[in-house]
């Protein structure tokens, strides 16, 4: 089974700009969740999409939005670009049902540089 | 005071070695503990998921979470250059809560 995949890979942007990140989970499930990790503050949670609804949202500004597609494959968009958004953005994926918790598999993530 | 606390190391160990990871919480309505291992320019990657209290072991690995005291560790018995990386601490409570990180700990394993 192919895992949780993420395109693309590398990014440079600058500041002002926008952007959007582009996740495909594993195939059967239904749960797309979006991190962003940095070296200062570790994971953070910013998103989690369930069956192409938002069901958790992190403590992150406006700018930083998503969607799931009937498909499960899942986008997220930064709009007016920071440089303090320059971090490694991971997409996790797990079958999560409505009240037990699932275990989540990591995409390898999408390197965004602000500059 | 932040809900996960790890500490960021780095940590170095000779190859052989038990290696002992740990993180505190404040949250006591956690119930699901799992650890991840992180390699360079890679995403992370689940290595052992534990509910509630008690011990699990796989292989030369070994999860305990003590509730009591909020504490989780990750031992590793028999160390290996190839274990070197970041481990995380993640945790969450019932329901459709996301999971909560520690910042990892850097483990260096010399041969």
């Known amino acids: 089974k192919a895992g949780v995949t993420q395109t693309p890979r590398y990014l440079i942007k600058t500041r002002g700009q926008q952007v959007t990140l582009s996740c495909s989970p594993i195939s059967g499930h239904r749960s797309v969740s979006w991190y962003q990790q940095t070296p200062g503050q570790g994971l953070q949670f910013l998103f989690e999409y ?10 992150f500004p406006g700018r ?7 498909n499960s494959r899942s986008e997220m968009n930064v709009s007016t670009l920071e440089l303090g958004d320059s971090a490694l953005y991971l997409c996790a ?15 390898p993530g999408t390197r965004l540089l602000v500059l | 005071q932040k809900e996960v606390e790890q500490d960021p190391g780095p940590l170095s160990v000779p190859e052989g070695a038990i290696v002992s990871l740990n993180c505190t919480y ?8 799992m ?5 360079s320019r890679k995403g992370p990657e689940l290595l052992m998921y534990t509910y509630s209290s008690g ?7 070994t999860a305990q979470v ?5 504490y989780i560790s990750l031992f590793i018995r028999d160390s290996q250059p190839s274990d070197s990386a970041t481990y995380l601490c993640a945790m969450s409570g019932v ?5 909560v990180f520690g910042k990892g700990t850097r483990l260096s394993v010399i041969a």
């Not at chain 2, 404040?26 to 503990?33: C, L, P, T, W």
């Not at chain 2, 011990?55 to 690995?61: A, L």
């Open chain 1, 50 to 59: 369930f069956s192409e609804t938002q069901r958790n949202k992190g403590n």
């Open chain 1, 64 to 70: 930083f939005s998503g969607r799931q597609f009937s």
């Open chain 1, 93 to 107: 994926s797990s079958f999560r049902l409505a009240e037990s918790q699932e275990t989540q598999y990591f995409g």
């Open chain 2, 26 to 33: 404040s949250n006591s309505a956690f119930q699901y503990f």
């Open chain 2, 35 to 39: 650890w991840y291992r992180q390699y």
């Open chain 2, 55 to 61: 011990n699990k072991e796989d292989g030369r690995f």
């Open chain 2, 66 to 70: 003590d509730k009591s005291s909020k």
């Open chain 2, 95 to 99: 329901g459709n809560t996301p999971l």
